[in-house]
């Protein structure tokens, strides 16, 4: 029992970042932009949340609000070439994805490898303390719980209000939308910019809570986990909270499984995420018709001269 506490304790942490950034990619998607950047992005944030850590005393709220804005930036820099100059989507994106590598291999020499304080759980007492559920429900760190909120509001956001629907309708039909004055190119690029910050968020996230370090490459493949959890959520914020806890319990489970003294492979258990990722893609296609529910118009760029 108490290995399976732990491990589910341990979920969240791993599968906060998987959420996050699935958010920000569903906000995107949702307007027509495929943004397959977020690796670059999730990286670049990462280390701008160590950097403010180290160079700011350990202040936790500034360090994710350097990762979320770095991720916005990027974001809105992204979206400035997909929707206003008009680039290949899919050739932008995979561009950022090496332009946040190479960018974090330049600038984070003096602060990679570099050990820091990182979110700390919370405490409840008698809460924290309840056998079992106690460190699962009540013992977590407080982004964690934050998460539980931006998932609502996302939804919300999308399915309940009239920039939310604006937003949909620019996905599915931009013809259409901008036939009812809808601003085309302003919704998309605040859709991808709006989520570039969750984007951020999921890679601060992943430095100072799950690693509490930042190295070169560190989300390892997190960021196009993302991506097919999006597939696999059929675009829907709340069934992403399901997809990410699955990834994230798979990750969790690896560490325990170590420390346990099981004979297990190493490579085995490290390529775990990503064959359970390729399962979830192929399940969501042949079960799910994931295909059904993309925006009609994602990936495609949208010129008003073109609208009939």
Not at 54 to 82: P, Q
């Amino acid at each position: 029992m108490d290995f399976v506490a732990n491990w589910l304790a341990f979920t969240p942490i791993f599968a906060v970042p998987l959420i996050a950034a699935a958010l920000g990619l569903i906000l995107s998607e949702r307007a027509g932009v495929l943004n397959l950047g977020v690796e670059g992005m999730m990286l670049c944030s990462a280390l701008a949340a160590v950097v403010a850590m180290i160079e700011f005393d350990g202040l936790i709220v500034v360090s994710l609000i350097f990762a979320i804005l770095t991720g916005s930036l990027l974001a809105f820099v992204f979206g400035f070439f997909v929707i206003v100059l008009r680039t290949n989507q899919v050739i932008t994106g995979i561009t950022f994805v090496f332009l946040g590598s190479g960018l974090t291999g330049l600038l984070g020499v003096p602060w990679t490898s570099k050990a820091i304080p990182g979110i700390e759980r919370l405490h409840i007492p008698l809460l924290t303390e309840l056998p079992f559920i106690g460190k699962i429900l009540f013992g977590q760190d407080p982004v964690v719980y934050l998460m539980v909120v931006l998932v609502v509001v996302v939804g919300r956001f999308l399915f309940h209000t009239r920039t939310g629907l604006r937003l949909r309708a620019v996905g599915q039909n931009p013809e259409a939308a901008d036939a009812d004055g809808i601003n085309v190119e302003l919704y998309r690029l605040f859709a991808v910019t709006a989520g570039g910050a969750l984007i951020g968020l999921a890679g601060g996230y992943l430095a100072l809570a799950a690693a509490k370090i930042f190295v070169f490459d560190m989300t390892q493949g997190r960021g196009w986990i993302a991506v097919a959890l999006v597939i696999f959520a059929r675009w829907m914020p709340w069934r992403a909270v399901f997809g990410g806890l699955l990834f994230g319990g798979i990750e969790a489970l690896i560490p325990r499984i170590k420390a346990s003294g099981l004979v297990v492979p190493q490579y085995f258990l490290e390529m775990t995420p990503y064959a359970a990722t390729l399962i979830v893609l192929v399940y969501a296609a042949y079960r799910l018709r994931a295909g059904q529910d993309a925006p009609k118009s994602l990936g495609i760029p949208y010129v008003r001269q073109d609208r009939h």
